[in-house]
């Protein structure tokens, strides 16, 4: 079948931190009090994203979504301070979490990736539907806003609308129906092995690694290569 909708991850795919995680919490922990490795809180915070739960409440009313992400969150935070350093102390840790969760809300924050504009430009221009399939919270949406990369989407799906986090089929799946297409007709564009292209995989879309690509440039070509 030839394709007519592209999903996209977000971070790492579209958009990426406009600074490194670790010395984003550097500065908020030794504003508390607490002087640590950049590098060593990066690896840290990566460790500890790899062995969380999916950041996904499917019984919760939607009301309390929100804060239950939120509270998801604080969790992690505290996790990567203990994997840093087992034995820090941050004076008021709750102030720590203010910090880093306004932080990362924010667009300016963020930076989208070489090419992401443009490439969603172009694929929209052939007709392709588009849409964004994350993990990532409610904070997404505001980012995605300050970044003009939410108007070239058709639907950005999140784990509070489908009930389900990749690799879950169903968050694809959500994200299809929203297109109006079947998964033959869709190509996912990730860069996490398990989330992204084996998830994608199992949900019967076609995949690209984002990672083997040189720019976002190079994907319209790339999916005219999948055709």
């Known amino acids: 079948m030839p394709i007519r909708a592209v999903l996209f991850d977000a971070a790492g795919t579209l958009i990426r931190t406009a600074e490194p995680v670790g010395e984003v919490y550097a500065r908020a922990f030794a504003a508390q ?92 221009a052939r007709g392709l539907g588009l849409a964004l399939v994350s993990n990532f919270d409610a904070r997404l949406d505001r980012i995605l806003e300050g970044l003009g990369l939410a108007a070239k989407l058709q639907a950005v799906v999140r ?8 690799p879950d089929a169903r968050i694809f799946r959500a994200a299809l129906e929203r297109l109006g297409v079947v998964a033959e007709e869709a190509v996912h564009v990730g860069d996490d092995p398990d989330e992204d292209l084996a998830g994608a995989r199992a949900a019967g879309l076609g995949v690209i690694d984002v990672r083997e690509l040189a720019t976002l440039g190079e994907l319209p070509s790339r999916l005219a290569a999948l055709e």
Do not use: M, N, Y
């Open 159 to 166: 784990p509070a609308h489908a009930r389900a986090a990749k």
């Open 33 to 124: 009090g607490v002087e640590l490795p950049a590098w060593r809180i990066e690896d840290a915070f990566r460790r500890v994203l790899r062995r969380a739960d999916p950041c996904v409440f499917p019984e919760a009313p939607d009301e309390e979504v929100p804060e239950l992400e939120r509270r998801w969150w604080w969790w992690r935070v505290r996790e990567t301070l203990r994997a840093t350093d087992s034995q820090a102390q941050v004076r008021d840790f709750d102030a720590v979490f203010a910090e880093l969760w306004s932080h990362f809300a924010r667009p300016d924050s963020w930076v989208a990736l070489d090419g992401a504009e443009a490439v969603l430009d172009a694929l929209g």
